[in-house]
């Protein structure tokens, strides 16, 4: 198994209220030239968490950082003009803050990241330090 030592979030700069799938988002990875979905995790709209890549897997979602993390991606993150947006549900709000605790207590010493902590890009568009304080380790 890897060492996993960050989470790291991201959205699927989609617009908001508009679906995407598991499916959608591999297209595009391998029209992109992966190998399969680069996320670990996607969050649905209407809360409902999808296994993407396998855990034991690097995944492809955040250069330098990926041997070494699990990526969850929440389906959303721009606004109807495509702004960046937080656009999450009450219901990815809930699932993503219920998948980072369980990947937290499987890898306790994994700190939780955007992916604009990393990239110069606005996804996941809301700033997950203060949103995951209590969630990271200092």
Same mark, same amino acid.
């Given at each position: 198994?890897?060492?996993?030592?960050?989470?790291?979030?991201?959205?699927?700069?989609?617009?908001?209220?508009?679906?995407?799938?598991?499916?959608?988002?591999?297209?595009?990875?391998?029209?992109?030239?992966?190998?399969?979905?680069?996320? #670990?995790?996607?969050?649905?709209?209407?809360?409902?968490? #999808?296994?993407?890549?396998?855990?034991?897997?690097?995944?492809?979602?955040?250069?330098?950082?990926?041997?070494?993390?699990?990526?969850?991606?929440?389906?959303?993150?721009?606004?109807?003009?495509?702004?960046?947006?937080?656009?999450?549900?009450?219901?990815?709000?809930?699932?993503?803050?219920?998948?980072?605790?369980?990947?937290?207590?499987?890898?306790?010493?994994?700190?939780? #990241?955007?992916?604009?902590?990393?990239?110069?890009?606005?996804?996941?568009?809301?700033?997950?330090?203060?949103?995951?304080?209590?969630?990271?380790?200092?």
């Amino acid at each position: 198994m890897r060492t996993i030592s960050e989470i790291i979030i991201h959205c699927s700069a989609t617009p908001e209220g508009k679906p995407f799938t598991i499916a959608d988002i591999d297209q595009w990875h391998r029209q992109r030239g992966f190998r399969c979905i680069g996320y #670990h995790f996607v969050i649905y709209l209407d809360g409902s968490v #999808h296994a993407g890549r396998p855990i034991a897997e690097s995944g492809a979602h955040c250069q330098g950082h990926n041997a070494h993390s699990i990526g969850i991606c929440y389906v959303g993150g721009l606004d109807s003009l495509g702004q960046p947006k937080d656009t999450r549900t009450p219901a990815q709000k809930t699932s993503l803050v219920k998948l980072v605790n369980q990947l937290k207590n499987e890898y306790p010493n994994a700190k939780v #990241h955007g992916h604009n902590e990393y990239a110069n890009k606005a996804c996941p568009c809301f700033d997950v330090q203060e949103e995951f304080h209590k969630t990271r380790k200092t």
